[in-house]
C-alpha cells in the first residue's frame, strides 16, 4: 500500500508544469534567500565553491556553480575515461545485446534509451555507466574524454525523480525522462553522454551551446538541480578499473577505466573549448 501510495505522489509531482513553477523560483531574486538554508541542509561544501555564498543572485546560480580552480584535477594517464561528474555510481556493467540488465531492479533498452538512434549497434555490447547526482554534488557536467561532437539529441520526456523509489518502482524512469544526449568521437572510438532530466530540473544546458569539440575535463554542460548521466562506451572498447564497484562516490576527474589501444583515427585537437 505504502509503495502504490509514492507511486502515485511520484507521478502527480512529475508534470512539467510543476517543474516549469520551480524552475521559475529558482531564477527568481527571491529564491537568493534560501541559498543558506538548502547549503546547510544538504552539507555542501561552501569551501569549493568559486564565490562566497553571499555573491550567488539567485538559488539556480549557486546550483550551477562553478568550483575554484584546482579543486578537481584531472587523472592524467592516456586512454583512461575519466568520471564527467561528482556523483554515486549506481550501475556498472557490459551491455548484453543492447540491454542493461538490473539497473536497481529493472532491465532498460538501449534503444529506448537512446530514443531509438541509428547509433544504438554501435553500444549494443559496450560497457555503461549510471551516475546519480544528488543535490549535495557540483552539478557541472565535463568532457570525460578528448574529441569532437558528432551529434547531439534533445529528447522530451517527463520529469521523474531519480531517486533510489523511483528507479525501482516506477518503470524505466531513465528512458521516460528528458534526455540530451551528446555523441562524441574520440581517439579510441566514440562515447555517448546522455544527461538524464529529473524532478524540478528545468533544463539541462550546454555550457556553450555552438561547441564542436572539448578537452578532457572541458566544462561541457550543467543540470539545473539533481539528476543522472549514463556513460556508454563502444563495443569492446573499455574495461572498468578492478576497484570501482556500485555504491562508490566519484568525482569529476577520477578514472573511471580504461580504453583499448588506440586505432588510428585521424581525429584532431578540438579547437574550441
Not at 542493461?100 to 532491465?107: F, M, P, T
Not at 578528448?146 to 524505466?172: A, C, Q
Given at each position: 500500500?505504502a509503495?502504490?501510495?509514492?507511486?502515485?505522489?511520484t507521478?502527480?509531482?512529475?508534470?512539467?508544469?510543476?517543474?516549469?513553477?520551480?524552475?521559475?523560483f529558482s531564477h527568481s531574486?527571491?529564491?537568493?534567500?534560501i541559498?543558506?538554508f538548502?547549503?546547510?541542509s544538504?552539507?555542501i561544501?561552501?569551501?569549493?565553491?568559486?564565490k562566497?555564498?553571499?555573491d550567488?543572485?539567485?538559488l539556480?546560480e549557486f546550483?550551477?556553480?562553478?568550483?575554484?580552480?584546482g579543486?578537481?584535477?584531472?587523472?592524467e594517464?592516456?586512454g583512461?575515461?575519466?568520471?564527467?561528474?561528482d556523483a554515486?555510481?549506481t550501475?556498472?556493467?557490459?551491455?548484453?545485446?543492447g540491454?542493461?540488465?538490473n539497473?536497481?531492479?529493472?532491465?532498460y533498452?538501449l534503444?529506448?534509451?537512446l530514443?531509438h538512434?541509428?547509433?544504438?549497434?554501435a553500444y549494443?555490447h559496450?560497457?555503461?555507466?549510471?551516475?546519480y547526482?544528488?543535490?549535495?554534488?557540483?552539478h557541472?557536467?565535463h568532457?570525460?574524454?578528448?574529441?569532437?561532437?558528432?551529434?547531439?539529441d534533445?529528447?522530451?520526456?517527463?520529469?521523474?525523480?531519480?531517486?533510489?523509489?523511483s528507479m525501482?518502482?516506477?518503470r524505466?524512469?531513465?528512458?521516460?525522462?528528458?534526455?540530451?544526449?551528446?555523441?562524441?568521437?574520440h581517439?579510441?572510438?566514440?562515447?555517448?553522454l546522455v544527461?538524464?532530466?529529473?524532478?524540478?530540473v528545468?533544463?539541462?544546458k550546454y555550457?556553450?551551446e555552438a561547441?564542436k569539440?572539448?578537452?578532457?575535463?572541458?566544462?561541457?554542460a550543467?543540470f539545473?538541480f539533481g539528476s543522472t548521466?549514463?556513460?556508454?562506451t563502444?563495443?569492446?572498447?573499455?574495461?572498468?578499473?578492478?576497484e570501482l564497484a556500485?555504491?562508490r562516490k566519484?568525482c569529476?576527474?577520477?578514472?573511471l577505466g580504461h580504453?583499448?589501444?588506440?586505432?588510428?583515427?585521424?581525429?584532431s585537437e578540438p579547437?574550441n573549448?
Amino acid at each position: 500500500m505504502a509503495a502504490t501510495w509514492m507511486k502515485w505522489m511520484t507521478e502527480l509531482s512529475s508534470r512539467k508544469w510543476i517543474s516549469k513553477l520551480m524552475g521559475r523560483f529558482s531564477h527568481s531574486g527571491g529564491s537568493r534567500f534560501i541559498i543558506p538554508f538548502f547549503a546547510k541542509s544538504y552539507g555542501i561544501p561552501l569551501h569549493e565553491a568559486e564565490k562566497e555564498i553571499g555573491d550567488y543572485r539567485t538559488l539556480n546560480e549557486f546550483f550551477t556553480r562553478r568550483l575554484k580552480p584546482g579543486m578537481r584535477p584531472l587523472h592524467e594517464e592516456p586512454g583512461v575515461l575519466i568520471s564527467p561528474v561528482d556523483a554515486l555510481v549506481t550501475f556498472m556493467g557490459v551491455i548484453q545485446d543492447g540491454t542493461l540488465l538490473n539497473v536497481k531492479g529493472q532491465d532498460y533498452s538501449l534503444a529506448e534509451l537512446l530514443n531509438h538512434s541509428p547509433r544504438v549497434e554501435a553500444y549494443k555490447h559496450g560497457y555503461a555507466f549510471v551516475l546519480y547526482l544528488s543535490p549535495t554534488d557540483y552539478h557541472r557536467i565535463h568532457a570525460p574524454v578528448t574529441g569532437i561532437k558528432l551529434e547531439s539529441d534533445h529528447i522530451k520526456g517527463r520529469v521523474y525523480p531519480v531517486n533510489d523509489f523511483s528507479m525501482r518502482h516506477m518503470r524505466t524512469v531513465l528512458s521516460r525522462n528528458e534526455r540530451l544526449i551528446t555523441y562524441i568521437s574520440h581517439a579510441c572510438g566514440e562515447l555517448a553522454l546522455v544527461k538524464v532530466g529529473a524532478m524540478n530540473v528545468s533544463s539541462i544546458k550546454y555550457t556553450d551551446e555552438a561547441a564542436k569539440g572539448w578537452k578532457q575535463g572541458d566544462d561541457l554542460a550543467y543540470f539545473e538541480f539533481g539528476s543522472t548521466v549514463v556513460l556508454l562506451t563502444q563495443n569492446a572498447s573499455f574495461t572498468p578499473l578492478s576497484e570501482l564497484a556500485v555504491g562508490r562516490k566519484v568525482c569529476m576527474g577520477e578514472a573511471l577505466g580504461h580504453f583499448a589501444a588506440p586505432a588510428s583515427s585521424g581525429l584532431s585537437e578540438p579547437t574550441n573549448q
